[in-house]
């Protein structure tokens, strides 16, 4: 109170119109600091959400079988019409046209995992796109549970016991809808409203701390 003048009226109101000024102001930079860090926030919960349904979509590709074959066949379309028409019998993985849409679908999320995955995650699916780049089958169940795992921390969920046995895990069976859009379908389901404080970098895999 020592640097203000009371001896008059008008020295009083310039003074407490210099404090409303310098309050105003202190309150818009809050204000703009405030907004900035809200969209900032908003920004990365997006590129979460964005990222989980992602990964949950590859992992129901991956993962969403546990009887049968749970190995991908690296043949193309033209290989295995060539190996139905030589063999004059059924080719391997229940179809060609069957199994044509098996491996596009694992190609299109092992593509997905590279880009949001962990670093474990994407080790895994570079091996895996190296066997099937090689014509070699393509096994995948290391590749779900490392998802799974990653998946269930990130959503704040229980770990699964180790007295649970949960049988290996392979690619779905492909439906009439499959393919990327049918399975970017079923992970939004999960997605809405969701705001995770989890960074887009960084992460290890939640496999590996076992």
Do not use: C
Request: net charge positive; charged share 20%; proline share 4%.
């Amino acid at each position: 109170m020592r640097g203000f003048d009371f001896s008059s009226w008008q020295t009083i109101l310039t003074s407490i119109a210099g404090l409303l000024l310098v309050t105003l102001i202190g309150m818009g930079i809050r204000l703009v600091m405030m907004m900035t860090l809200q969209q900032r926030r908003e920004r990365q919960n997006r590129q979460i959400n964005e990222r989980l349904k992602a990964l949950i979509s590859a992992y129901k590709v991956l993962g969403g079988s546990f009887t049968g074959t749970l190995t991908v066949s690296p043949l193309h379309l033209r290989d295995l019409k060539r190996i139905a028409e030589t063999e004059g019998a059924e080719a391997p993985g229940g179809g060609t046209e069957r199994a044509r849409r098996v491996r596009d679908a694992v190609e299109a999320a092992l593509s997905d995992i590279v880009l949001f995955g962990t670093q474990a995650q994407v080790e895994l699916a570079a091996s895996a796109m190296r066997d099937m780049a090689g014509g070699r089958p393509v096994e995948v169940h290391a590749l779900v549970v490392s998802l799974r795992n990653y998946i269930r921390e990130v959503l704040d969920l229980d770990a699964i016991p180790q007295t649970v046995v949960i049988p290996n895990q392979g690619p779905a069976r492909p439906s009439a809808a499959s393919g990327r859009g049918g399975r970017e379908g079923g992970g939004g389901m999960m997605m809405g409203g969701m705001g995770l404080g989890v960074g887009l970098g960084g992460e290890t895999d939640p496999a590996d701390k076992g």
